[in-house]
């Protein structure tokens, strides 16, 4: 296993005094830093990445240096030991990678533009200066920057500006000395920004910043998020925002979808800015987003885990606050139903596939860091461990113990330990013996709940889809039972409870486990106990609706049930429907499609049961949104829209025509809730050379990423071999889609059997170009990712065996290709298998 030196072991940094002259025309800087810090031996180290190192002075005299790159690291000499200052001179280039400073490039009335600005984590602030880059190194940061400026440019960083006088007649822009903090965290932008800017109830200066293609008025809906958001956790946490400004800032080439820098939060435009033609979904997203980046300037920031096998400490604790915090500042949103239907799912299917990652894990080197950065694992699963967590302990004592953990820690590091043990202290209970099971073991359980001869009888083993090792692991299962009379946990392989008839009879309704789908597992009813939920479907709650249909579909994944068990549940929801439950129906159609051929008598069968599922949904609400509607019927109607303009309901696909053609002129103001299907339904039914042309067209010439996700969506619904052919030249071409993109267009274009053989094809003659292009990019891995997610045949299974397999000495991607590989065969078994009883049941619709 390669593994790498820990610098800090031989230099602790102190303070970091830096200046940066920066020139766009040569995307080219140079610049100095004087390092404040104590030497504890005379060889030393620090990380530099493509640098050119010009000097070393320590007072004033030259030192002996000698670059590493193979290791990313620069060998100093030292006379002596103990505290010193160094100061290095060096230069670097300016690239297009999204990491370290890079370029964001935007056009505004038809000019080309562009924007300055750093991505330091996980290991790229190496990229700008020499440095000890790892988390553990906290140290504080003066920053000075010089650059090619013109009008009406500025500079943002971490801190406010201070010398305003002085930069105003020598070009320097200079900001406040930093907190105590990791490298990874320090941030400046600069160019032709503009922003808003409002203050909170404790005087914290927060702003929205974006590019002027974008209007201000763009900014205030995640400025309002931002302040309130920032009050609840003052109060929740019971600790104060650590500095003096909370700035967020949108750029147009971003590679993930935000990043915490401690008073500088960089986003992708799509998460900060919402116009006023937008969807529910894009708003809640932005609002999740921002509150979430905001959790870390406390969870993240004020405290940071020691070394990048605790990265869950900040991803987990924050995707969890996320939903806390939205749900106490918007409570009409029911924001928590957005986890339940979005990253929940993800979570529950990738950790059942043999080879997943726990949540914590050893990490021995930088490169194995974006691995970690899994959307499944560290955030939703971390997420729902951390939801189970409260719920076990209380919401008080939860918040009671998070102010404990940030006294104990501020501004220093931590591990995991030290969360279980601040906890602990404030709800008595024994954290750390409960929760190292869920964090330590990869997976989760399936508890098995069954009666014979009037015993229930509770069982669990780790749950899998596909073939797997059973490595015989058990949880503490949090039973959270809709009946009084059964104990609160399950520590052991198996329970038996005598009396069962007894029990029923002081108790009211069907006997459910896991009540609010708050833990991580699911649960296979047996039985007698089957047949009282099934009855009861009219009387569940939406939440319980949603967990037995997602249940009963991933028992099927696992073939502990039949696949086609499932259509004859599904069709039983023919009446109006919440937004979970259409949610967890339509998670059932899309398992199903898997199963059936184009062109088929089932497929025929397959749309008539689809369609009637919807279509009184599609009755009560339509295309047309109404003047008190709620949120939740927006979302239906987008589930529904969808459905039937895919089954070609004609009602439906003239509709949609329609209204194509009152805005073909102007399609970008389409109503946001309807634009998707509305362009997707064009190009299924009535694709010609000038409708391509228009979305081309469009999608280049605008600034709003959410209708550029949209047309993306609908082009990739292509059935044309020239339009195919015209994608995948774009996606090379930077000035139609940008590398941020790449992996959406990917996902999108693999989705569908007509191009997804041409996409699989280029992805692999051009692998190179993508490694090159994203390699260092958390999105990289998604192109190992997304074929698994999608290839159902055997013959796709081997060709993505033969490319990827060599491959596997790749520690960025080797983790998921063998997940992928055990994904795709599990997905190409089960089909194989079941295909015929699915066929069968869906003949009878």
Not at 31 to 43: C, R, S
Not at 504 to 517: Q, S, V, Y
Request: glycine content about 4%.
């Amino acid at each position: 296993m390669k593994t790498v030196e820990h610098l800090i072991e031989k230099f602790v940094p102190e303070n970091y005094n830096i200046f940066l002259d920066i020139n766009r025309k040569t995307k080219t800087f140079s610049g100095n830093v004087a390092i404040n810090g104590e030497a504890l031996d005379n060889n030393v180290s620090f990380h530099q990445k493509d640098l050119s190192i010009q000097s070393i002075l320590l007072d004033n005299e030259p030192v002996l240096f000698s670059e590493d790159h193979d290791n990313e690291t620069l060998h100093v000499e030292l006379p002596f030991t103990g505290i010193m200052t160094l100061v290095i001179e060096f230069s670097g280039k300016i690239t297009d990678n999204m990491t370290g400073i890079y370029p964001s490039y935007y056009t505004v009335d038809g000019k080309e533009k562009e924007v300055i600005s750093t991505q330091f984590e996980s290991h790229f602030a190496r990229e700008a200066f020499p440095c000890i880059d790892e988390p553990q190194a906290k140290a504080s940061f003066d920053l000075s920057i010089k650059f090619d400026q013109e009008a009406d440019e500025i500079v943002l960083s971490n801190m406010p500006e201070i010398n305003v006088d002085l930069r105003q007649e020598t070009g320097l822009w200079t900001f406040d000395t930093t907190p105590r903090m990791s490298s990874y965290l320090l941030a400046f932008a600069l160019g032709d920004l503009h922003g808003i800017t409002a203050k909170t109830k404790n005087g914290t200066e927060v702003g929205v910043f974006a590019t002027k293609a974008h209007p201000t008025s763009s900014l205030e809906f995640s400025l309002d998020i931002a302040l309130r958001v920032i009050d609840f956790y003052e109060d929740y946490f019971g600790v104060k925002y650590p500095i003096p400004q909370s700035y967020n800032i949108a750029l147009p080439d971003f590679s993930s979808g935000a990043m915490e820098n401690w008073g500088l939060i960089t986003y992708r435009e799509i998460y900060l800015l919402v116009d006023e033609n937008s969807t529910v979904h894009s708003r809640q997203q932005v609002a999740l987003v921002v509150a979430h980046e905001l959790a870390h300037q406390w969870f993240g920031n004020l405290v940071t885990m020691k070394w990048w096998d605790d990265l869950w400490l900040n991803e987990s604790f924050a995707n969890m606050m996320e939903y806390v915090s939205v749900d106490a500042i918007e409570p009409s949103w029911k924001i928590f139903e957005d986890f339940q239907t979005g990253g929940l799912q993800l979570a529950l299917k990738r950790d059942a596939t043999d080879g997943v990652q726990s949540v914590h894990v050893d990490v021995n080197h930088p490169d194995e860091i974006n691995t970690l950065f899994d959307p499944a694992i560290v955030y939703a699963k971390g997420s729902r461990l951390m939801h189970m967590l409260r719920r076990w302990i209380g919401d008080k004592d939860f918040a009671k113990g998070l102010g404990i953990y940030f006294e104990k820690h501020q501004y220093s590091n931590s591990i995991g330990s030290d969360l279980w043990n601040a906890l602990s202290e404030s709800s008595g209970k024994d954290v750390a013996d409960f929760m190292d099971a869920w964090l330590e073991q990869p997976g989760y359980p399936v508890l098995t709940a069954k009666v014979e001869d009037n015993q229930l009888i509770l069982s669990q083993e780790q749950f899998f889809i596909g073939d797997n090792n059973k490595q015989d692991r058990i949880w503490p299962i949090p039973l959270n039972s809709s009946w009084k009379g059964l104990p609160e946990t399950l520590t052991e392989k198996t329970m038996v409870i005598p009396n069962f008839d007894q029990l029923r009879a002081t108790n009211e309704g069907p006997l459910r486990f896991n009540t609010e789908n708050t833990a991580h597992y699911i649960t296979d009813y047996q039985g007698q106990l089957l047949g009282l939920l099934v009855e009861s479907i009219d009387s569940l709650d939406n939440v319980s609706l949603l967990q037995m249909i997602q249940e009963r579909r991933l028992l099927a994944e696992s073939g502990k049930i039949l696949y086609a068990d499932l259509v004859d549940l599904i069709a039983k929801f023919t009446g109006q429907k919440s937004y979970m439950v259409a949610s967890a129906i339509q998670q059932v159609i899309a398992g199903l499609e898997r199963f059936v051929e184009e062109e088929t008598e089932e497929e025929l069968s397959f749309k008539r049961l689809t369609s009637s599922i919807f279509e009184e949904d599609y009755r009560l609400l339509g295309f047309d949104q109404t003047e008190n509607e709620s949120d939740e019927e927006e979302l239906v109607r987008q589930i529904t829209l969808n459905q039937l303009i895919s089954n070609g309901n004609v009602e439906v696909v003239e509709k949609a025509k329609a209204i194509f053609e009152k805005y073909e002129s102007h399609i970008s103001d389409i109503p946001a809730a309807i634009r998707r299907y509305v362009l997707l339904n064009q190009v299924k039914y009535y694709e010609d050379d000038s409708i391509i042309d228009l979305y081309f067209d469009t999608y280049v010439k605008t600034n709003n990423n959410n209708i550029r996700l949209d047309l993306a969506y609908a082009l990739s619904r292509t059935h044309s071999e020239s339009t195919l052919r015209r994608i995948l030249a774009s996606l090379k071409d930077k000035s139609i889609v940008k590398p941020q993109d790449l992996a959406m267009w990917y996902n999108y274009l693999l989705t569908q059997s007509f191009t997804q053989e041409k996409l699989w094809q280029w992805a692999r003659e051009d692998w190179d170009w993508i490694k090159a292009a994203l390699g260092g990019d958390m999105s990289f891995d998604r192109f190992v990712i997304y074929p698994a997610n999608h290839f159902r045949t055997q013959e796709r299974l081997e060709e993505y065996k033969t490319f990827f397999q060599p491959k596997l000495d790749d520690m960025a991607i080797s983790r998921n290709i063998s997940m992928g590989i055990n994904e795709i065969s599990a997905r190409v078994s089960l089909i194989e298998t079941e295909k015929e009883s699915v066929k069968r049941a869906l003949a009878n619709y």
